[in-house]
């Protein structure tokens, strides 16, 4: 674990955060985030594709993306209830923080890649699609309990549906998996300089972002209660364990088993708090991007990300 | 003072840009077509501090400012006024003077 | 309501990037040696619908604000009024409060 | 014109951006907790023309909005006099009519 | 035609298109675009240069020149002609639109030189050389038919000039070929890895934000009517064939024909509709941009260029 | 000198300020320069933390920062003195200025390393660490300047302390230089390719905008008169010598005497003037940025740092 921590992507997001909890003037251009968190869902999509077009649609890739859905799908529901009963949260924002977690954060997963690739136990190159598959169910399920509960969401269904399947970053990952997909190898190998050679140091900046913005908001505290913090912590560590056991049940390798397990305890921050601002208005974004970006994203980063590895290594014989 | 042009409404609102879209449909149903949004860096109210960070745009201010003939003005602020606290904006009304005044109908 | 200051008049113009420095030219033609531009994200109006894009700034749109003394205002309004069409600008006039009145002559 | 809301001040200074949290500690002083902070691109005053380059932010001005209750800005208006010639601000004020007026006490 | 497709370059600027047909809120921060076409003109004029310091100034480059500055100076009459006549445009509408078809697309010849050097027949290198001084002829003779049929510009004709000269794009290319010529094949190696190595890469993803931006001009179809959209496409072809015959008369090798028949065929979006706000400020933006930027350039990069490569091949013995 | 003249990184520099001097309109986004300069931050930082992970903690490095926060101490007082009486400057700008040539600029030093890796006689990695130190200690004195002056500035010291201390760009450099040191060169390796490889290119474009800047500011002449910019001329070549004998004097190499030159001689035009802007915001912003970043700045590039590196040679024996 102490060698996840001295990996050079997490100690810059550990400099972003200390920057952030210093006070420091210490700030990222918006654009350049932007443009980075652009260029990240780009190369892990192109990635993704050339490997999938080396190894073929395997059984195991079918396994893994029924099992994502399933896990997007219904990880919401034990989650909304616990928020509801544990966290004193009324439908509304319950319904928002669950689907949250239902969904997944690609820079959490990206950062367990580099620590896998790093440890030798590589995830299979079609996790990358289970990643964007388990983007938007959670969306789906976190209205219907909202519905269930008396709230009605300000947009029809068919309107929302559209918004969600073609969200920027979904259809980043989509297109850019389709096009490494066609290319394969050969295509590739032309731009791989700047989607495969620059990655990791590519990361490392938007990790120092990351550290930054996560820190700011938790120094805010805005919406934020200890109970709360404690419930972003269990339920990133539940989901987690979760995942890394479906995997190894399925029969996933090591590697891939993990993937399974960062994907499951990661918590989205950027296509679901858009499509919540606009679907649930009423939900308070402070809550939800507290709870998912300020506590389980540094988590996942710090601590979540090394048990889940563990727990794969052990139990997947 | 004596201002040149017609008086027509200023009507300002900062809000989160994802609802931006739902404003617009508003504004045109109460036929008021033209529009300009501009950006913000920072703030603070009642909920707190926050400044532009676009990791994540749900929580991204930036200003609405349409230019509407009065009574135009008035429904669409009567329609509006419902939304205000679940949206949690902040609407400003002046009167402004405008040339070309048929383009602000 | 009584504000402090002394009365100006305040023009703000919404122009095509690549036209500021023929307003300010003008501006400066009528004594009005002080301007501030700001920038704009999106905008809709009988000429359709834009986005900064920024490929190209042809029609990148920005606000020039000045806050002038009302009798050069009006000179300089006077003026403009002949480019509004061609310019595709949107002209907003108002009175404004201003401090240290001298800066604003 | 007869407008919807309740009277408040609004408060318009352009700043040097590194000056922001001051000026912000001083509004908090009189009681005025919410503002809205905007970016700017370029102008001219008497001390010459800038843009922004962002190699250094010592130059990169902002405009801080605030709308407050008229009493609370007379306040503040009383104490950011002294501070106008050394800081080089700019500062507009106007009336404008809010929703929700609770919000801006 | 195919395989041009199928390069990734090409993919991303149709993944852009398709995102923006659906409507996704898909976006690349101004600044990153502007940025990233401030880097693909320093790295295409360092690239031009160096070529030129190995293979010195020949006399194929002199007719270059003179082939290039004459289709920028002539192409916009017959295109005002046909515009007026065929488009039923006004004056002034016509002469600024002929001016951008006069000038060159950046990007549109920076697709073709991949496309050409994936074929082995790369252009030679003093073409950049040629892009740059084909950017402003097309703005001088544009303003004098507009002044021709009684439309006077606001601007004096000296402040014009200095404007259209000192042009951003046209000082960065012009800047950067000066200091390829100087530094040479040695002094540029240790700037290599960024403006060689990461050069294709850095192109598909300033064609994502292409294909963003022309597909949302063409969705709002400004000012763009059927007659007009097909006269933007035959117009492109017609120049784009004149190109490559022209080229191909004087001699020019395969490779450096299809490249003027991909300067002649494609439109400017940069430095000419800034120009034309600024001195033809009645005509309407939404018009000339839309057929440039719309229409000709998508149909370049996906039809255009694969037919001028493949004309060349077959009149260049 | 010609040869330094003619690395493509001072080339650039050129090229903007020639750009800027045509009035031309090119110009870099502010989120791209700023993105840049953040990036340059992390890579020298990271560069200086693995070299001295190598090397260990030497006396020479210990001598070395004790001179360079001696330097930018007491360079100040001089530096003061001589505008009030040949400047004739009041206290509370002559304050201001002599604060910013007490600090360094980190773009100049890093132009400096170049220069001197080309010419084989490269600094110790550990003045990194020096750049460091000697940003802030000149903002003290030059606030206590103020003060026996009379100029009270309107922050309370121990507020000024935790700004300048935690100022982004201290921050940056200091953090990099930590986790260099922390992951070594193997843990370097993987990030390489961004914060090695493509260091130059990027600076290229860095320098592409600081010649922009520089040159716009010059012209516009704001606040600058012929006298001061004799003043910022002298000034700069004193205390780049100054540096450069004092380096030679403490048994430091050639290269490593040369960069204590080049940082004693440049001044500060990032974390100085935000923070005089705040600390004496009576003092003329126009003046201390245009001293230090349209002339010093400049200077330094084309002149200065072949001057400082040419006594290098000749007093270290
Ligand atoms: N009095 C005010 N003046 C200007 N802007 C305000 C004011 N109050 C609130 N705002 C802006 O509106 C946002 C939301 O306000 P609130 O809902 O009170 O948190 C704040 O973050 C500010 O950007
Ligand atoms: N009523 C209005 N209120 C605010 N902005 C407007 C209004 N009408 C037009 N605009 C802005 O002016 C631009 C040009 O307007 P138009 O010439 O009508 O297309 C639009 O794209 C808007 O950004
Ligand atoms: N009359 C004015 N109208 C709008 N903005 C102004 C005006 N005068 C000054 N400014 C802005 O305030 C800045 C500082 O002004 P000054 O202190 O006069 O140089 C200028 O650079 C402008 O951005
Ligand atoms: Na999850
Ligand atoms: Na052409
Ligand atoms: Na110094």
């Known amino acids: 674990m102490l060698e996840t921590l001295l990996s050079p992507v997490v100690l810059f997001f550990v400099l972003g955060a200390v920057a952030a909890l210093l006070r420091s003037d210490l700030a990222i251009p918006e654009a350049i985030g932007k443009g980075i968190s652009l260029y990240l869902m780009v190369a892990i999509g192109l990635k993704g594709g050339v490997e999938v077009s080396e190894a073929g649609f395997t059984f195991d890739l079918m396994i893994a993306a029924v099992a994502g859905i399933t896990l997007s799908f219904l990880i919401p529901v034990p989650v909304f209830l616990v928020l509801r009963s544990v ?69 029809p269904a068919r309107e929302l549906m559209h918004e969600t ?79 890394v056991l479906l995997g190894s049940v399925l029969g996933l390798d090591t590697g891939t088993a993990a993937a399974l397990g960062i994907l499951a305890g990661s918590a989205s921050y950027i296509a679901v708090p858009a499509a919540m601002r606009l679907a649930l208005p009423q939900a308070d974004p402070g809550l939800y991007l507290g709870m998912s970006l300020a506590v389980t994203f540094p988590f996942n980063i710090l601590i979540g990300i090394p048990i889940y590895v563990w727990l794969a290594q052990w139990v997947v014989r | ?71 135009r003005a008035e429904g669409f602020l009567d329609d509006l006024r419902p939304l205000l606290d679940s949206y949690g904006m902040v609407v400003m009304i002046s009167a402004v003077n405008v040339l070309r005044p048929d383009k602000f109908s």
């Not at chain 1, 066609?182 to 900046?205: D, H, N, Q, T, Y």
């Not at chain 2, 409404?9 to 300009?36: C, F, N, W, Y």
Request: glycine share 10%.
């Open chain 1, 87 to 155: 966290g004193r949260l009324n439908p509304v924002n319950a319904a928002a923080v669950s689907a949250h977690y239902g969904s997944v954060s690609v820079v959490t997963f990206v950062t367990g890649l580099e620590i896998l690739t790093r440890q030798q136990i590589p995830a299979a190159g079609y996790m990358v699609a289970v990643l964007a598959l388990m983007e938007t169910p959670a969306i789906i399920s976190g209205l219907l309990l909202a519905q269930r509960f008396g709230v009605t969401g300000t947009r």
């Open chain 2, 1 to 71: 003072m004596n201002l040149q042009g017609a008086e027509r409404t200023r009507i300002e609102v900062l809000v989160d840009a994802p609802l931006v879209p739902e404003l617009v449909s508003l504004l045109e149903k109460h036929g008021i077509l033209g529009h300009t949004v501009m950006p913000t860096l920072s703030g603070q109210g009642a909920s707190g501090r926050w400044s532009d960070d676009l990791i994540t745009s749900a929580e991204h201010k930036v200003t609405l400012l349409s230019v509407a003939e009065p009574a």
């Open chain 1, 165 to 243: 399947l073609t969200n920027g970053s979904v259809m980043l990952l989509v297109g850019s998996f389709v096009i490494g997909l066609l290319v394969g190898k050969s295509g590739f190998a032309s731009i791989a300089p700047v989607f495969e050679g620059a990655f990791r140091g590519v990361l490392c900046l938007f990790l120092l972002d990351m550290g930054l913005v996560a820190a700011k908001r938790l120094k805010d505290g805005r919406s934020l209660t200890p109970r709360l913090i404690a419930l972003a912590l269990a339920i990133a560590l539940t989901n987690g364990t979760l995942g």
